[in-house]
């Protein structure tokens, strides 16, 4: 199975009528991950695969427009009859548990154990499920915060998640066949920490790969301003992602 990857939800910071926040469903080797739970994508995912049968969920980070939906799967696979055949992992920052029992009151995680299982992530962490290699890599935001490396039978699928620049999404982008990236913002105030990446910070982070993908675009953009300001740094093929696009390489 070639790799894929179907976009569910691109918005920031907040989703909109049919434009739900982030969020992704990657396929290959045999396996459904879904990359990030931003609100609105659980039911998108659900127009894609059934819930039930992901083999994974993968979180960048904590922030709500990246993992807010994770508590409408765990009503679902709880309630709602989507049950998964045994606990789906999860791998995402090591909070992430703890803050979706706190929704329901409760003072520990094992009431979700028969649905999630919670695995935390760290810079280096691999996880492999058949032919599907997922590699993480720390990034530079005002939270824990991760990029993603998703490599199957010779196709490298990159993910900046929310992040600054930083060495560590050149890296992640280095010879993949597509770099899925943030451009929330139109400029870096002065001053100020760069936890988001301009246009042009996307497009140079990018040069090692073969395309360019831009997602999360902020209010302070238009999805075409981006792509044409990351299009004339890149120098190679660059679009936006959109709702219910599946690209497959």
Not at 95 to 117: K, N, W
Not at 227 to 235: D, E, P, S, Y
Request: a negative charge; aromatic letters at 6%.
């Amino acid at each position: 199975m070639p790799l894929s990857l179907t976009v569910l939800g691109t918005a920031s910071p907040h989703p909109q009528p049919g434009h739900p926040c982030s969020g992704h469903l990657l396929r290959g080797g045999g396996a459904e991950v879904w990359v990030d739970a931003g609100p609105g994508t659980f039911a998108e995912l659900q127009r894609h695969t059934d819930p039930a049968r992901l083999t994974a969920i993968w979180i960048s980070h904590l922030h709500a427009d990246h993992s807010a939906d994770l508590l409408s799967a765990v009503y679902a696979f709880a309630f709602g009859g989507l049950t998964p055949p045994a606990p789906i992992p999860v791998y995402a920052p090591r909070d992430c548990a703890r803050r979706l029992a706190g929704f329901f009151g409760q003072p520990d995680t094992r009431f979700l154990s028969g649905i999630l299982d919670f695995r935390p992530l760290h810079d280096g962490h691999v996880a492999q499920h058949w032919n599907l290699r997922l590699t993480t890599r720390a990034v530079v935001h005002d939270a824990e915060a991760y990029g993603l490396r998703a490599e199957c039978q010779g196709s490298v699928l990159a993910y900046s998640g929310d992040s600054g620049p930083c060495d560590a999404l050149t890296v992640l982008a280095r010879r993949a066949d597509l770099f899925l990236c943030e451009a929330d913002i139109d400029r870096h105030r002065e001053g100020e920490r760069q936890v988001h990446l301009t246009p042009e910070d996307a497009a140079r982070c990018a040069r090692g790969a073969r395309e360019l993908l831009i997602t999360h675009v902020g209010p302070t953009l238009t999805r075409e301003a981006a792509v044409a300001r990351a299009a004339a740094v890149f120098g190679g093929r660059t679009s936006a992602a959109r709702e219910g696009e599946t690209r497959t390489f």
